[in-house]
């Protein structure tokens, strides 16, 4: 069983559009992440959510909305996409609230959006 | 500054032979975790090791173990007896306490190519 789930794997897209990526982990983890890796691999947090509460929120454009409907669940909205946007994004979870430093996180396989 | 500088952006190592990725962190907090993860060309996250500020000895997980100099806020990860499917990138990644923000930052990886 999959543990940490993205869809979709690929999203192609016109510039102006808005799409959502979905996130679904079957861990039991508190907290969830969306990660952006761009072009030259760097990866930066974006966002991060405990039970449903936001927790971290980086440096991002207002276009970019999370959303947790539920501890299993944390979705990436993006509105008026822009080429810049090209990336990959992975979303991750971790046990949460923080009790061990040593909480590993458990990545999706990533979503590799592109804008056209 | 950056936190987590990994200063070889690409490695090519012969086939069985050991390998040593750098990492240098920077925290003023006594209480951090470090972690690596492997990033195949397929694009997922695997985490491999991990070590805590605190540990007093150093972590091994089969074929990786992790050198970790305090003092030097050094945290390399060592690949014994390389192999083919080892060819991937590297992130050293460090998680600062609770209180703040519960970001794990990564290094900008390293390229590790296996060479037959």
């Known amino acids: 069983d999959t543990a940490v789930s993205q869809t979709p794997k690929y999203l192609v897209t016109q510039m102006g559009n808005d799409k959502s990526i979905k996130c679904e982990q079957n861990?039991?983890?508190?907290?969830m992440y969306w990660y952006k890796q761009d072009s030259k691999k760097f990866l930066k947090i974006m966002f991060s959510?405990?039970?449903?509460?936001?927790?971290i929120n980086e440096t991002v454009p207002n276009r970019f909305s999370p959303k947790s409907p539920d501890k299993a669940h944390l979705n990436l909205h993006i509105n008026s996409l822009e080429l810049g946007d090209s990336a990959v994004y992975f979303c991750?979870?971790?046990?949460?609230?923080?009790?061990?430093?040593?909480?590993?996180?458990?990545f999706g396989p990533g979503t590799r959006l592109t804008v056209l | 500054a950056q936190k987590i500088t990994q200063t070889q952006p690409g490695m090519f190592v012969q086939e069985k032979e050991a390998v040593t990725l750098d990492c240098t962190y920077d925290?003023?907090?006594?209480?951090?975790?470090l972690f690596w993860y492997k990033q195949p060309s397929s694009g997922e996250m695997i985490f491999l090791i991990y070590q805590g500020s605190y540990d007093q000895q150093n972590a091994t997980e089969g074929r990786y173990s992790l050198n970790f100099q305090k003092a030097r806020k050094s945290a390399n990860l060592v690949i014994s007896a390389s192999q083919l499917g080892d060819s991937a990138m590297y992130f050293c990644a460090m998680r600062e306490p609770w209180n703040r923000d519960d970001k794990i930052i990564f290094g900008k990886g390293t390229r590790l190519h296996i060479l037959p």
């Open positions: 861990l039991g983890h508190d907290t």
């Open positions: 959510y405990n039970n449903k509460e936001l927790i």
């Open positions: 925290t003023s907090d006594p209480s951090y975790g």
């Open positions: 991750a979870s971790s046990q949460g609230p923080l009790e061990s430093l040593r909480d590993e996180q458990f």
